[in-house]
């Protein structure tokens, strides 16, 4: 099974290479409200590809591993703060209140940064796709250049409500003008601004005293401090990887960029996406080779999928282990583990804790939940499995049901291997059954019963002959 993915696509690890870093600081700004986002979420909370943006900048940074870094928060701080394990001393979380502006956002920093001498990596909480890598050339550029900042820029093609950047043909900038600040001509400039900078925090704290609020929107920007720096250069960056989030339109222009990103890197590990745009997948799952993904499959969480399995058309994964060989038809499973050779669907349903093993096969309308199936057994048609334990080469007839559940609690059932259950069968929990078994169509079994033998509970048919003619003599 490949995990060769993971360090390109998914938050590496923290990678041993990169040496902590004294001299670095960083602060991530995640105050804002969101306004456009018209949610009641705050926006660095919004989820992208199962996490949030916050996280999702965060971890992309903490890879770097700087001396501190800062979270400033301040609407519905509570709830960002909560959003976020602090493992390690290393995030310190400043509130800002009120919220007036990404400048105001960093002044918070001063009463902390009192004796720092080194940089400051400032990262607009809303921007998750950039990478790590990215950064890093940035704070190699910086460095290089001795700039007083060093800030990302892109040229995009629909540069609408970013700040605009207006340099010199030797690469420094002169300053950021806010799209909503911009006159016609200006916004005619596309090189705009990412919010993602590297200060020398010697130089910013002089000049963050200073940042007004004279501007269509009443805010302190950051982005003045450009202006006001002795020098000012810019790294530009790929413009799917500088998208900021303000509206669920950017939300889902990004979490298309995300998917693309992760379909790609799979197809060219060798596996079939059919119809990429219809699928989405985590960047926790691992595919084996030959892989095959039908469309509308969705594969969610820590998912790992052996050599050669078929998944979809039409299914929903989610962490969930598959071994080699199988596939899932139109189903849902979820925190189970499958093994070789077994087929799933259409239309089954495979809730959490649930084992099934080699060359099993699980039909349509069959639900299968906290269960062990054993190898070779075959689950067809129109069942309930839940809570049990089955058996190798067991046959479960269409409609049997186990009924676990007495309005109280749960309770097991157990199915000994070769064992047959006839279509609408309940067994009624708890319950033991013994191995080659027959149960007849229709029985409601509710005691035990022994290896070897059959067991039957219905009442009898009657017949009653002549019984149509004699009613329409009448
Ligand atoms: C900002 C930049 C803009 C840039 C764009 C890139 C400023 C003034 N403008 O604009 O030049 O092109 O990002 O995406 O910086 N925040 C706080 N406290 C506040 C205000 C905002 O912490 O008082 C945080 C927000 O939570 C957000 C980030 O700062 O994570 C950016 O704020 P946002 O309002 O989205 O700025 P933009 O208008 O996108
Ligand atoms: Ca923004």
Redesign the pocket.
Known sequence: MSNKGNNLIKFPELDKSIKHQSMLAIAI????K?TRMKSSIP??LQPLGGKTLLQRVLETCLILKPEKCFL?V?HKSDKVMQSLPNENDLLSFVI?KP???????VQQLIPYLADFKGDLLVL????PLLKSETIQKLIKKHKDSNCDVTFLTSLLTNPK???RVFSESNGKVNE?I?DKDCNETQLKNKL????IYCFKWNKLVKVLEKLSSNNKQN?I???DSISQLESACHLEAEQEEVM?I?DKIQLAQCEKALQARICNYWMSEGVTITNPESCSISEDANFGQDVIIEPQTHIRGKCDIGNGCVLGPGSLIKDSIIGKNSSVTLSVLNNCEIKDFVSIGPFANIRPHSKISENCRIGNFVEVKQSTINKNTKINHLSYIGDSSLGKNVNIGAGTITANFDGFNKHKTVIGDHTKTGANSVLVAPIDIGSKVTIAGGSTITKDVPSGSLALERSKQHIKLGWTNSKEAN
């Not at 919220?99 to 956002?105: K, L, M």
């Not at 607009?124 to 921007?127: A, E, Q, R």
């Open positions: 700004l995640a105050a804002g969101g926006k660095v400033i301040g800002q919220q007036n502006g990404t400048g105001h956002a607009n909480g809303d921007v409500g970013y700040g950021i806010e705009t601004n990412a919010g805010e920007y950051l982005t900021g303000n």
